[in-house]
């Protein structure tokens, strides 16, 4: 299976080097810099070496001078993709400037507070709000000024994580960043298990775990595994994953599993079905992290 990704995915990279979310869209960071990490995965064939070498190129061009990666070419912020494009680049050669500037920049984003006055009441009145989450844990967001939520916490934990094993002591207070994610991660745990994007409660109706963000919690967390918070949603994303078929959770279920050594031959021929079955609806996303998953990934989504 991994040759017809491999086809799939190069033959659907844009003129500039960058992939859309599917084939014929516009270049974006979030869609190439998974599309490169599944190719970086594979063995260095002539075809894989120049996409890859393509593939660099225009997300090198996309790094602003603040150190963070704009979205899509001509884009003046940086995105939420940031941490996507520091994996894709870290331990690259050539690029240890480039990602530690863009580590630097990801260290400093903060999701928003919530404000004094829901400060008071979740510490005082917590029957009154909404939801049921600390408001003065600091993860990430997915845009500047709004709130922290799972999934860019979860990947902004893990670039971060691997850009400190990559390059040791090059970022002074990285270890206090990381653990104040952490702590927004374990806040944000789902009863039961796992995590969805953002509230384990609201309005007094517990909410269920979503199988891909629980990989990517799981992925972020994966140096933690004396935490019961991590071995219960580890638990529960096994169940998940004989639920849901698609290929974007099947493949972040298998990275999850290599990860903490749990087996996947059978999500493997799960995520074979799917890719026939479906094709994986030419997502860019899911085809990379597919060839990731089969591949072994080289290691990308691993802290070991």
Known sequence: MIEPLT????????????????????????????ALIGLDSLEATPEVSTSLSRAERWLSLQQLHSGGWAMHAGDETGSWATPLALIALTGRPDHREAVTAGARWLAERRGQGA???????FRWFPETLATEVDPNLEGWAWHQ???????????????????????????????ERIAAGELMLYDRACYGGG?????????????????????????????????????????????????????????????????????????????????HRTGFLGETRSIGLALAALAGGKGKFSLS
Request: charge should be negative; aromatic fraction near 8%.
């Open 195 to 275: 995590w969805n994007y953002g509230n384990k409660r609201v309005l007094g109706e517990t909410m269920p775990p979503f199988p891909d963000i629980t990989a990517l919690a799981l992925l972020a967390l994966q140096d933690r595994r004396d935490n019961d918070t991590g071995r219960d949603a580890l638990e529960a994303l096994q169940g998940m994953a004989k639920e849901n078929g698609s290929g974007l959770s099947l493949s972040l279920t298998i990275l999850c599993n290599r990860a903490w050594g749990r087996p996947v031959e059978a999500l493997v021929d799960g995520l074979v079905r799917s890719y």
């Open 145 to 175: 000024g709004t709130s922290s939520w799972v999934e860019p916490t979860a990947y902004s934990l893990f670039a971060l994580k691997k850009f400190r094993q990559a390059y040791p002591d090059s970022l002074e207070g990285l270890g």
């Open 7 to 34: 086809k799939a995915l190069i033959d659907s990279q844009n003129a500039d080097g960058g992939w859309g979310s599917v084939s014929g869209n516009v270049s974006n960071c979030e869609s190439t810099s998974l």
């Open 115 to 121: 404000g004094w006055l829901t400060t008071i009441l």
